[in-house]
């Protein structure tokens, strides 16, 4: 624990440069910044869009139990405090995440008057839940998901460090295996299963709904959702065998990061005419393929498709949720790599709610074979399984109204 602050301590110059320069938020990164209401916060972090959509629903939930509760949001990326903030809630106050310092910590739980703090999925800061130990304030990992890798790395480091684990109220983990890990390294209280994905909550429309939906043709438009590089030549490799089938096929390619843009550009431009969504550049009926390369408006693009391929699947990278964009009506296609969704996938491709392939060929004969309302049709029975949550927010209330003690 020790090397571990000193690690930090020394970083943390480089990591406030780095916030000035790319990012902004300097108050928020060094704690300064102070509510807007005075009173009890519960503090919540979320690295990114996706932990902090798969989270909204939750946060509803504790904010209907209690009338007078207030939530501090942090996360690492500013597309995901500024969604926060489009929420308009004015009893949720978002702000970039602090560098992992403890009197940083402190301050924040004196000036928040933080009385629980929820972790979402995996974002574990030493310094910040020692000193939250420290405190007697409860910590709550939600959607807690912990891969057989990190977990042996965890195992490798020094006790002190792997303690922490010790310190958790509960883990409410988003499968089994997650569970069994976290019990491993010492976790005291671990609920059943709960994956929060599964909660998805379908958003109103887009600002650009109306506007985007007239100029793509039912049943012929294809999400490429989230992909990874090495996985956008598969789905163009399929894409053409669909335009040679039919040109009225569309896809829309939307890459998990979207400062890959270039990349993925020089994959389109030397084979498809492509508009690209950050620059407003609106598709023609000869245009093949939209890029969607922004942050924070994948709902847009579910809406206006028939069929996602959800990607990080076709990479060893875990696959991504499967439940958003049937929430929306679309089939959807998958690779074989979703250790991230085993159970999930796995229910799904039983009853035809999901397909998994492993080629452009496959994927391209499926797609044309399709049926996306059928596949959600489906779906439907794995998808309301998750509809009763209130035992679960029973549980999530129990643990974060226990009263701290004040921080030091």
């Known amino acids: 624990m020790l090397i571990y602050r000193a690690v930090i301590t020394f970083a943390a110059p480089f990591i406030l440069l780095h916030a000035i320069l790319k990012m902004g938020g300097v108050t928020a990164r060094l704690g300064f910044v102070r509510p807007a209401q005075r009173g ?6 979320a690295a990114s869009n996706g932990e902090i959509t798969s989270a909204k629903a939750t946060l509803q939930a504790l904010l209907r139990r209690d009338p007078s ?9 500013i597309t995901a405090r500024d969604m926060i903030r489009s929420w308009g809630n004015d009893r949720i106050e978002a702000h970039l995440a602090p560098i992992d310092l403890r009197w940083i910590t402190n301050m924040i739980l004196r000036n928040w008057s933080i009385c629980a703090h929820i972790i ?53 983990p988003q499968d089994r295996d997650s569970g069994a890990r976290f019990k491993a390294l010492g976790a005291p209280n671990t609920s059943a299963p709960n994956n929060l994905k599964e909660h998805y909550q379908r958003p109103a429309p887009h600002a650009d709904f109306s506007e985007f939906a007239q100029l793509y043709q039912a049943p012929f438009t294809v999400l490429g959702a989230s992909t990874h590089a090495g996985e956008e030549k598969l789905i163009l490799d399929a894409f053409d065998i669909l335009h040679a089938e039919d040109p009225r096929w569309h896809l829309i390619l939307a890459p998990r990061h979207p400062k ?17 969504y950050s620059n407003r550049t609106r598709r023609t009926n000869t245009t093949q393929i939209t890029l969607a390369d ?13 069929i996602c391929v959800v990607a990080g699947s076709f990479q060893p990278v875990g696959g991504h949720t499967p439940f958003e964009p049937l929430s929306h009506g679309c089939g959807v296609f998958h690779g074989p790599h979703v ?8 229910a799904l491709n039983a009853v035809g709610g999901a397909k998994m392939v492993r080629s452009a060929e ?13 596949m959600c049709d489906a779906a439907a029975p794995v998808l309301g399984r998750a509809q009763d949550q209130e035992p679960f927010y029973t549980e999530l209330e129990a643990h974060v109204t226990r009263a701290p003690r004040a921080a030091s």
Not at 40 to 45: F, K, Q, Y
Not at 340 to 345: D, G, L, M, P
Request: proline share 3%.
């Open 40 to 45: 009890a916060h519960i503090w919540v972090h």
């Open 69 to 77: 509760r207030k939530i501090l949001i942090t996360t690492n990326q």
């Open 339 to 346: 250790s991230n969704f085993n159970e999930s996938y796995g």
């Open 260 to 276: 890959r843009r270039d990349e993925v550009l020089s994959l389109i431009g030397q084979r498809f005419s492509v508009a690209q």
């Open 120 to 172: 979402v999925e995996n974002e574990i800061w030493p310094n910040r839940l020692s000193v939250l130990s420290y405190a007697q304030i409860p910590v709550v990992i939600i959607g807690a998901r912990l891969s057989a890798r990190s977990a042996a790395r965890w195992q490798k480091l020094p006790s002190s460090l792997c303690n922490i684990y010790r310190t958790l109220s509960l883990v409410s």
């Open 362 to 374: 496959d994927l391209a004969h499926e797609i044309l074979t399709c049926r996306p309302d059928v």
């Open 294 to 306: 922004t942050m924070g408006d994948m709902a847009l693009w579910y809406d206006i498709a028939d």
